[in-house]
């Protein structure tokens, strides 16, 4: 600490305050289970940032800034920071920083390009509780869009299965780094996610099936049966715990884990539900049972309930310009995601999209744009937020990233202009420390193993 | 006689409502038309055209002005590729027009019928400065894929009587993985079958007395669509292919020179590959740019330079939106070319006056130029950028309301959100 004092200059004061939160230990549930995380960030020179505009992720915006990164984290950020002796410089006159981008919802590596039937590994749409499947399980570490989604300045993303089912199975917290097995992306000790859908797509699926759900409230039947079988199960557990872990275990059941584990806080609840209505039945289906929403997912009629939302500390995971291809994103806006803001609630712009996901920067360039227009009053540095910040928090890692804090996770993007607008271009991205983009660098270009070889690779993407 | 009645009626029909003078002025105004970039200029409506345009354009007394000091004045955007007049809610089938899967009618279908000035879809493409676009047919033969061809496009208004601005401005057809699978699983089952539908058609053509006496063999299509094909075979309606690998392109390159047939190619995501002969065929593209991911066997070699390399070549160049309702992220789109490489000045044409020539629709709209509809967007700022918004949307000359339904959501559940009221349940 006292060596990181030392350069820490005019830095802003919650800098301090954040040193120590990066030293907190990971929430509960952290713990590696089976299939545990073999990344391990290469070794990697100090770089120091200087002279751009930061956005820091925590709401501020430094001009003329530096920002120091050693030992793969935030070492400082702040204006007049000295630049020790050994540091690689990178100038970033004229440029600016910002966390790491973070997408909430991505379905890379389930639903990878190409997009051919082998590759469509992201619905189990068998049975609408499929609780026991895992997206990791389903990564193809291959998809080209890793790499075209770092290019995008996207260095974690959460990659869930799809929304057929009621309950679709656990979701992933990926690094994007190459990398050739899924364990070797995972986030380490990052929380798993359990993707719930409401609405549309369940009833859809197996109704069109002759099989139950087939209404909404089909679906809300089939939430409710599933926490008390939940439930069941993890009382016989506990049971068999507080018995002092005597004689035979309750069997164990992969599906009743994921929601077990829910109930136990362990596991975070990321839920696809887009009407006002039904965000509010599932706020009190989660009342009934005792577990947390952590995020609602694509929620176009978020802002109907904005100051709900904010009081439950549930976030919001949107976009600014999808509507309508179904009833219920019919009443999307591009100001759903600063309205939630305003509101004092957690606000994320997310993908959903492998073309998205290279440009979450400029869609929530537009939210912020469009909220300024109808007379809101969004700042760059709180808008950026919806990108790092808030992803990062309805993931369960907002104590390793989404901001530059020293101690901090270095996940740190370059861009060649406002980070807002349409022509600012992920010049450098940095994860956790290690250089891992460099638009001027063809190596960063090597294509995934799948495109080696392929016609009309001699150009960038 | 007869024929100058109806000429008379036609221009009744699709006169400018607006009967008003407005003059923009003291914006940088981007023409796209001869008159080029002015720094600071004045543009003169009236009656729904546009009368002048230059940097000393005298402002008449009657005329109602709309300042456009520090802003960018550009002509209204043309929308390729849309679904626009056609489409409500895509999972709704009875709101969806985009396309049939009756068998006897692929060539025939006419997106110039039905079309919906009323779709809410319409406002929201407005706000995103678009005023003008082509209604495009969308196969609906899944899962058999048994039409060959989707229809026949058509350009619309997005405001003012009557919406269709000219029927039939393209035959839509795909070709390459989605052709093959229509004619059976193969690409060369495709082009065979491509041809001997021509060969068809042209036989019809000599032969409609007979055909209507029953004297003829039988022809593969109904006469509806071989009567639709016929503009098409005597290279008069283009036929619009989505295609995308290169070897696919070239393909419909040389189908298309065997056969007479005018083309604009659509997708193109190799396009990059043979610009020199894309641009030597001199047929127009239609391309997304961010369409960069190897999405199919056919877009392996998508890149985000595909739109800079094309337009490099010399191909006419037009950008399209992100479908149905996300055609407002078109000026986005075309951003983001310039942002990988495109010159500015090429991104704005790729969205105005580029389109408007490919569809035929240049005498009309696509630039800022005396004489051609009132179509005016003004922006606070580079139209290309995330940034920016429109401030004023002109069409045929009458200023639209900045609203959509959207717009009016917002305002109902802002307030609430602005000044919560202590106790209230939201």
């Given at each position: 600490m006292g060596l990181r004092l030392k350069h820490l200059g005019e830095c802003v004061r919650w800098a301090l305050l954040a040193a120590a939160m990066g030293m907190a230990s990971g929430p509960a549930g952290a713990a590696e289970g089976p299939f545990p995380s073999t990344y391990r960030p290469a070794p990697a020179a100090p770089v120091a940032i200087v002279g751009a505009t930061i956005l820091t992720g925590t709401g501020a915006e430094i001009a003329n800034a530096t920002l120091l990164i050693r030992d793969g984290r935030v070492e400082a950020v702040g204006r007049g920071v000295a630049v020790p002796d050994g540091y690689t410089r990178v100038d970033g006159r004229g440029k600016w920083v910002t966390?790491?981008?973070?997408?909430?919802?991505?379905?890379?590596?389930?639903?990878?390009?190409?997009?051919?039937?082998?590759?469509?590994?992201?619905?189990?749409a068998v049975a609408p509780n499929t609780a026991e499947v895992w997206a990791e399980h389903s990564v193809w570490p291959q998809d080209p869009k890793f790499r075209l989604a770092r290019a995008g300045g996207v260095t974690t993303l959460l990659v869930l299965p799809g929304s057929a089912n009621l309950f679709g199975?656990?979701?992933?917290?990926?690094?994007?780094?190459?990398?050739?097995?899924?364990?070797?992306?995972?986030?380490?000790?990052?929380?798993?996610?359990?993707?719930?859908?409401?609405?549309?797509?369940?009833?859809?699926?197996?109704?069109?099936?002759?099989?139950a759900p087939s209404t909404r409230m089909g679906n809300v039947a089939?939430?409710?049966?599933?926490?008390?079988?939940?439930?069941?199960?993890?009382?016989?557990?506990?049971?068999?715990?507080?018995?002092?872990?005597?004689?035979?275990?309750?069997?164990?059941?992969?599906?009743?884990?994921?929601?077990?584990?829910?109930?136990?806080?362990?596991?975070l609840v990321q839920n696809h539900c887009y009407r006002a209505d039904e965000m509010a039945v599932m706020i009190d289906i989660a009342r009934e049972f005792g577990?947390?929403?952590?995020?609602?997912?694509?929620?176009?009629?978020?802002?109907?309930?904005?100051?709900?939302?904010?009081?439950?500390?549930?976030?919001?995971?949107?976009?600014?310009?999808?509507?309508?291809?179904?009833?219920?994103?019919?009443?999307g806006i591009e100001e759903n995601a600063p309205?939630?803001?305003?509101?004092?609630?957690?606000?994320?712009?997310?993908?959903?999209?492998?073309?998205?996901?290279?440009?979450?920067?400029?869609?929530?360039?537009?939210?912020?744009?469009?909220?300024?227009?109808?007379?809101?009053?969004?700042?760059?540095?709180?808008?950026?937020?919806?990108?790092?910040?808030?992803?990062?928090?309805?993931?369960?890692?907002?104590?390793r990233v989404g901001t530059l804090e020293p101690g901090k996770m270095a996940?740190?993007?370059?861009?060649?202009?406002?980070?807002?607008?349409?022509?600012?271009?992920?010049?450098?991205?940095?994860?956790?420390g290690v250089s891992m983009w460099d638009r001027g660098d063809p190596r960063y270009r090597a294509p995934s193993d799948f495109l080696l070889g392929q016609p009309g690779q001699e150009f960038p993407r | 006689m007869i024929r100058l009645g109806v000429l008379l009626l036609a221009l009744a029909a699709t006169a400018p409502a607006a009967a008003e003078t407005i003059a923009i002025t003291g914006g940088r105004i981007v023409t796209m038309g001869p008159a080029g970039e002015i720094a600071s200029g004045t543009l003169l409506i009236r009656d729904g055209r546009i009368a002048a345009v230059g940097a000393d354009v005298a402002v008449p007394p009657d005329a109602t002005r709309i300042d456009a000091s520090g802003k960018v004045v550009t002509p209204g955007l043309v929308a390729a590729g849309t679904a626009l007049g056609l489409i409500e809610v895509r999972m709704v089938a009875a709101t969806d027009d985009r396309g049939t899967h009756k068998r006897d009618l692929s060539a025939a279908f006419d997106a110039g019928y039905g079309?919906?000035?009323?779709?809410?879809?319409?406002?929201?493409?407005?706000?995103?400065?678009?005023?003008?676009?082509?209604?495009?047919?969308?196969?609906?033969?899944?899962?058999?894929?048994?039409?060959?061809?989707?229809?026949?496009?058509?350009?619309?208004?997005?405001?003012?009587?009557?919406?269709?601005?000219?029927?039939?401005?393209?035959?839509?057809?795909?070709?390459?993985?989605?052709?093959?699978?229509?004619?059976?699983g193969a690409r060369g089952a495709e082009l065979v079958m491509l041809r001997a539908l021509f060969a068809e058609v042209r036989d019809y053509k000599m032969r409609r007395t007979a055909y209507d006496r029953g004297e003829t063999r039988d022809y593969t299509l109904s006469r509806a669509d071989m009567e639709a094909l016929i503009p098409v075979i005597e290279g008069r309606m283009?036929?619009?292919?989505?295609?995308?690998?290169?070897?696919?392109?070239?393909?419909?390159?040389?189908?298309?020179?065997?056969?007479?047939?005018?083309?604009?190619?659509?997708?193109?995501?190799?396009?990059?590959?043979?610009?020199?002969?894309?641009?030597?065929?001199?047929?127009?593209?239609?391309?997304?740019?961010?369409?960069?991911?190897?999405?199919?066997?056919?877009?392996?070699?998508?890149?985000?330079?595909?739109?800079?390399?094309?337009?490099?070549?010399?191909?006419l160049v037009a950008i399209e939106g992100n479908g149905n309702h996300r055609e407002r992220e078109m000026r986005y789109n075309a951003g983001n070319a310039v942002a990988n490489g495109l010159d500015w000045r090429a991104g704005l044409a790729a969205i105005t006056i580029n389109p408007a020539r490919i569809f035929g629709l240049a005498d009309r709209v696509g630039s800022l130029e005396a004489g051609k509809d009132g179509d005016v967007v003004v922006w606070d700022g580079d139209p290309l950028d995330t940034l920016t918004r429109p401030v004023a949307v002109l069409i045929r000359g009458e200023r639209q309301p900045m609203t959509s339904r959207a717009t009016e959501l917002r305002d109902r559940y802002l307030p609430a959100i602005l000044a919560p009221i202590e106790g209230e349940t939201p």
């Open positions: 966390p790491g981008i973070i997408d909430a919802h991505s379905h890379l590596g389930v639903y990878p390009s190409p997009g051919t039937p082998s590759h469509q590994d992201g619905n189990e199975g656990r979701s992933v917290t990926l690094k994007n780094v190459p990398s050739v097995t899924t364990q070797g992306m995972k986030f380490p000790g990052a929380p798993y996610g359990l993707k719930i859908a409401c609405g549309e797509n369940p009833k859809r699926v197996y109704g069109g099936k002759g099989r089939g939430y409710r049966k599933a926490w008390i079988d939940a439930a069941d199960y993890a009382r016989k557990w506990d049971k068999w715990e507080n018995d002092g872990g005597n004689g035979n275990p309750p069997k164990r059941d992969l599906q009743f884990e994921t929601l077990a584990g829910v109930l136990k806080g362990e596991i577990f947390r929403i952590s995020a609602f997912h694509h929620a176009n009629e978020a802002y109907k309930i904005a100051p709900l939302l904010a009081r439950e500390n549930i976030c919001v995971a949107t976009w600014a310009n999808s509507w309508g291809a179904k009833m219920e994103s019919l009443d309205m939630i803001d305003a509101a004092g609630g957690c606000a994320i712009i997310h993908s959903d999209d492998g073309l998205l996901i290279q440009r979450l920067n400029q869609e929530a360039g537009i939210a912020m744009a469009a909220a300024n227009h109808a007379g809101l009053s969004v700042s760059r540095g709180r808008a950026i937020r919806w990108i790092t910040a808030n992803p990062a928090k309805a993931l369960g890692i907002a104590d996940d740190v993007v370059l861009w060649s202009a406002d980070p807002f607008s349409v022509y600012a271009l992920a010049e450098r991205v940095w994860i956790d | 079309l919906n000035p009323d779709s809410l879809l319409v406002p929201v493409a407005r706000l995103g400065g678009i005023t003008r676009a082509i209604a495009t047919p969308a196969y609906d033969d899944a899962p058999g894929r048994e039409l060959l061809f989707a229809g026949q496009a058509a350009a619309v208004a997005l405001a003012g009587r009557p919406m269709l601005m000219r029927r039939g401005v393209a035959m839509v057809l795909e070709m390459g993985e989605g052709g093959a699978e229509r004619a059976g283009p036929l619009l292919v989505t295609v995308n690998r290169a070897s696919d392109i070239r393909d419909a390159l040389a189908m298309a020179r065997g056969e007479g047939v005018k083309l604009i190619l659509e997708g193109v995501a190799e396009g990059w590959r043979i610009a020199g002969e894309i641009a030597a065929a001199n047929v127009p593209v239609l391309v997304t740019p961010i369409e960069n991911t190897p999405a199919s066997f056919e877009a392996l070699g998508a890149t985000l330079a595909n739109a800079r390399r094309l337009a490099d070549a010399g191909v």
